[in-house]
């Protein structure tokens, strides 16, 4: 049981270069979630899935997008990288109802856009 | 909209101290809280959550917090810091049905030997 799983762990784009980072679960869970985190910022939401076929936007939804066409994966596209989503990436996913709340975490990935 | 406070940016501690990592929370309705850690280049690591009921829960690795509504506050504590415990808190909150967290900044905790 692998839990949630990110890769790449670490990755250096150019500006203007596309990329998607993977993210799967074997756990079965129906909500997955990416996340961005900042130095003095925490973690903040770019968009979530409550099931395949599903998907919305966070708080930081620009410059990503996100598509849920099986349970286990949610991948993370960015379309045009910008040295602002220079970032440490999450992605973490969870049970529906009341424990959808108690979301498990990937080990991240470091991504450094120039 | 919600929203988590975590006042302190960066906490020194002796080993064998007292912690209490403070967070306080907006939300309209009966919130549900966590409390995560971060060890360097690690993923996050769920500590304790509140969700109802009793308003002390316990989580793994000796840490407590306690839920005061009146004063929209859900604070860490632990009774004695090991080494071991120095990393970043994250205080979040979600609304239950919406599934969204929204976490604190952070609290960085470093523990002198």
């Known amino acids: 049981n692998a839990g949630v799983t990110q890769t790449p762990k670490f990755q250096v784009l150019k500006t203007g270069q596309s990329m998607t980072l993977q993210c799967a679960q074997d756990?079965?869970?129906?909500?997955m979630s990416w996340y961005r985190q900042d130095p003095g910022m925490g973690l903040r939401l770019i968009h979530y899935?409550?099931?395949?076929?599903?998907?919305d936007q966070g708080e930081v939804p620009n410059g990503y997008n996100v598509s849920r066409s099986t349970t286990e994966d949610f991948p993370l596209r960015l379309l045009s990288a910008a040295p602002s989503q220079t970032s440490v990436y999450f992605c973490?996913?969870?049970?529906?109802?009341?424990?959808?709340?108690?979301?498990?975490f990937g080990a991240g990935t470091r991504l450094s856009v120039l | 909209a919600q929203s988590v406070t975590q006042p302190d940016i960066h906490i020194t501690v002796s080993e064998g101290a007292s912690l209490e990592l403070r967070c306080n929370y907006s939300?309209?309705?009966?919130?549900?809280l966590f409390w995560y850690v971060q060890s360097p280049g690690q993923g996050l690591q769920l500590l304790l959550k509140y969700f109802s009921g009793d308003t002390l829960v316990q989580g793994i690795k000796g840490f407590e917090a306690e839920f005061k509504r009146s004063q929209s506050s859900f604070n860490l504590r632990k009774p004695s810091v090991h080494w071991s415990d120095a990393a970043e808190y994250f205080c979040?909150?979600?609304?239950?049905?919406?599934?969204?967290?929204?976490f604190g900044k952070g609290t960085l905790l470093t523990v002198n030997p």
């Open positions: 939300y309209g309705a009966t919130p549900y």
């Open positions: 973490a996913s969870s049970y529906s109802g009341a424990e959808a709340n108690i979301q498990y």
């Open positions: 756990m079965n869970h129906e909500y």
């Open positions: 899935s409550v099931g395949a076929g599903i998907t």
């Open positions: 979040a909150v979600s609304g239950g049905s919406n599934y969204k967290l929204t």
